[in-house]
């Protein structure tokens, strides 16, 4: 029997969507070395513009402060927070509202998912 490419898709984005839902954080939370990676992704490519609690020199005032944004319903002012779309927001700012003031950063997509899984730590600071 041939494998049946719509079925590993789907497949795929339950891992995908059940990885994330785990990196957002019931239990235990993010491990520490995936944590410290992002630390070093934010302080690198992010802050420049935004202040971002935990992650030192980050206190760019380009664009909003980052603290409790786990807590916050809407990104950028148009888009529902849920793990995909910051995941998406962070990944592909410029497609997702063309012209706004943040780049794109040009990171991969496990990229913009370990700094999404940090910046949902941040509800508890
Ligand atoms: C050159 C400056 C710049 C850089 C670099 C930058 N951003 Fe932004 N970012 C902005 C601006 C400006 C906005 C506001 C966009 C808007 O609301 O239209 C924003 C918005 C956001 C938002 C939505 C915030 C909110 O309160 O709605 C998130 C999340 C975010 N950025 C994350 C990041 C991350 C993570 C990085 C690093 C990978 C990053 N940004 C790099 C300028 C920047």
């Given amino acids: 029997m041939t ?3 719509h079925g590993t898709a789907t ?11 785990g990196l957002a954080g019931c239990g235990g939370g993010p491990d520490p070395a995936r944590l410290a ?8 490519d992010c802050a420049a513009c935004h202040q971002v609690p935990g992650v ?8 909003p402060s980052l603290a409790g944004i786990a807590k916050q319903q ?7 927070n ?10 592909h700012p410029q497609h997702m509202l063309p012209g706004n003031a943040m780049p794109e950063m040009g990171l991969s997509h496990e990229q913009a998912r370990t700094i999404a899984a940090y910046l949902y730590t941040l509800e508890d600071r």
Avoid at 11 to 21: D, P, Y
Avoid at 37 to 44: F, G, N, V
Avoid at 74 to 80: D, K, L, R, V
């Fill in 56 to 63: 030192s020199g980050a206190k760019g005032r380009v664009g």
């Fill in 37 to 44: 990676q992002a630390r070093t992704l934010i302080a690198a």
């Fill in 74 to 80: 809407i990104i950028a002012g148009h888009f529902a």
């Fill in 3 to 5: 494998a049946d490419p």
């Fill in 82 to 91: 849920t793990p995909e779309t910051l995941v998406s927001w962070i990944e």
């Fill in 11 to 21: 497949v795929r984005g339950f891992i995908a969507t059940a990885a994330l839902a």
